[in-house]
């Protein structure tokens, strides 16, 4: 009876397994399939017609390319800033093996003194070693007791001599990669900065063309319905997934409990006018490009990619129909699918898009209806 419940048991196991896996297999596939339904609705929502339409593929070109050199150079930063603690490290190992070597090097001299005045001491010599003499055995197996000391003493030294060498070596190949890494870092810099210039031309010349046939007015509505057309979508294609919301509290519980996305203040408040009758459905927290932009709050990434109006675009899904946007981002470090945690990096603060100040756009939207963000922050 044991071994039935036993076996039956090992069986449930095994299939339990088996099904998580294949729920997982099931789950990947319907989050690649919702990523290409995705890249075909952005198509579709940032079409747009003749020189329009150049400069629109153009804009989210030179954005994706700074999006691509900002991920670089932040990866980049992380091995420099790991080479040099390991640098660090080493330089501490080396410096605790001088000191041991310097420590040694004074016990041998100090041996290398009683060993030579008492081989140079033949009457002491003598007397000490003297079958006369009281305790003269004792003695005896002192001075070979010093002599081997001696012997252990420069065995040790040769060995911690040759350990600081490759060390040394060691610290040196990591030198090497360092400056090789920070040569590269520079390199993908300047190539950052270059492209965006070639980007301010082509936003330039992008506001131009908007303006010569519609006001600023009729583009940023225009804007304002394709987020919301994404949104719509993004919650159709998120209802055949499992939720897996796990301990975490209820997004609706968090107001006056978020933290802000980003430091810094807030340069355009909510509802305030963005030109004619258009209004900013949430609020820009301004700070220098490249500085880290936080989920607020756990959740399932629903969205990451560039939609015309709201560049570099980062769509948080929290479940109970709310949704977190992270707009203009200079660099999208998380993908469609990924579970991400309160406080976790997942972006870096830009301008992407049509959009002049430097930081993050955020809204949260509760069934695709914005809300003030400012009265949910701590």
Do not use: C
Not at 209 to 216: D, F, L
Not at 311 to 324: K, N, P, Q, S
């Amino acid at each position: 009876m044991v071994r039935f419940f036993l076996l039956l048991f090992l069986t449930w196991s095994v299939m339990t397994a088996a099904q998580q896996e294949v729920d997982e297999d099931a789950i990947n596939q319907q989050l690649a399939n919702i990523k290409e339904r995705l890249k075909e609705l952005k198509t579709a929502l940032n079409e747009a017609t003749g020189e329009e339409a150049k400069l629109i593929n153009e804009l989210e070109a030179q954005d994706q390319k700074i999006n691509q050199q900002g991920q670089l150079i932040r990866d980049l930063t992380a091995k420099i800033s790991t080479a040099e603690q390991q640098i660090e490290v080493l330089g501490q190992q080396i410096e605790s093996k001088n000191d041991s070597i310097s420590d040694q090097k004074n016990q041998m001299a100090e041996l290398l003194r009683l060993h030579i005045f008492i081989n140079h001491d033949r009457i002491l010599k003598m007397m000490l070693l003297n079958p006369g003499t009281q305790n003269a055995e004792i003695t005896q197996h002192q001075i070979k007791y010093l002599q081997y000391k001696l012997y252990d003493l420069i065995k040790n030294i040769a060995v911690q001599i040759k350990q600081l060498e490759q060390y040394q070596t060691l610290i040196k190949q990591q030198k090497t990669e360092l400056e090789s890494q920070q040569t590269q870092l520079s390199a993908e810099q300047d190539t950052m900065l270059e492209q965006k210039r070639q980007r301010a031309v082509v936003l330039t010349a992008l506001r131009k063309t908007i303006s010569s046939y519609q006001t600023e007015n009729e583009s940023l509505n225009k804007d304002s319905q394709r987020l919301n057309q994404l949104l719509l979508q993004i919650s159709q294609y998120l209802d055949d997934l499992p939720e897996d919301l796990g301990a975490n509290t209820s997004f609706a519980k968090l107001k006056g409990k978020l933290i802000k996305p980003l430091e810094g203040k807030i340069i355009r408040s909510y509802r305030s006018l963005r030109a004619g009758y258009s209004r900013w459905d949430g609020v820009v927290i301004g700070n220098d490009p490249g500085k880290n932009v936080v989920a607020t709050a756990y959740g399932r990434v629903a969205f990451a990619d560039w939609l015309r109006g709201y560049g570099l675009l980062i769509v948080v899904d929290h479940g109970d129909e709310y949704m977190t946007l992270y707009g203009h981002n200079e660099s999208i470090l998380v993908d469609v699918g990924d579970w991400v945690q309160a406080d976790q990096v997942i972006a870096t603060a830009g301008n992407s898009g049509n959009i002049e100040p430097t930081g993050v756009y955020f809204e949260i939207r509760k069934a695709a209806d914005p809300t003030n963000p400012v009265p949910w922050f701590k």
